[in-house]
């Protein structure tokens, strides 16, 4: 059983900037993938982005390419996503998740999910 815990959520202007981070409880952290999810208010849960458990495959959503980054401290056993240029339309619940060793955009591919942490950009 692997729990995630994110952390790292809050309310920013539009343009800023915030740092996700997702700390695993497990001895194993390198050998997951790793996945950050959101959900808007009326939507369904999308994919944003994720990391190989090597950290040498990564995938971003359209939406987010180019501003939003992905990284991985395994001796930490934490994920980070670092948004910058916020959008009011990236406000949402993120969630990270785990899986094994690859990448997958599909939600139901992850085994195990944190809570999630909420940010709101205002515009």
């Known amino acids: 059983q692997v729990q995630l815990v994110e952390s790292g959520g809050g309310l920013v202007q539009a343009g800023g900037s915030l740092r996700l981070s997702c700390s695993a409880s497990?001895?194993?952290?390198?050998?997951?993938?790793m996945g950050w999810f959101r959900r808007a208010p009326g939507k369904e849960r999308e994919f944003v982005a994720a990391?190989?458990?090597?950290?040498?495959?990564?995938g971003y959503a359209d939406s987010v390419k180019g501003r939003f980054t992905i990284s991985r401290d395994n001796a930490k056993n934490t994920v980070y996503l670092q948004m910058n240029s916020l959008k009011p339309e990236d406000t949402a619940v993120y969630f990270c998740?785990?899986?094994?060793?690859?990448?997958?955009?599909?939600?139901?591919?992850?085994?195990?999910w944190g809570q999630g942490t909420q940010v709101t950009v205002s515009a």
């Open positions: 497990t001895h194993t952290f390198r050998n997951y993938a």
């Open positions: 990391i190989s458990w090597t950290g040498g495959n990564i």
């Open positions: 998740a785990a899986r094994d060793f690859y990448i997958d955009r599909q939600d139901k591919k992850y085994n195990y």
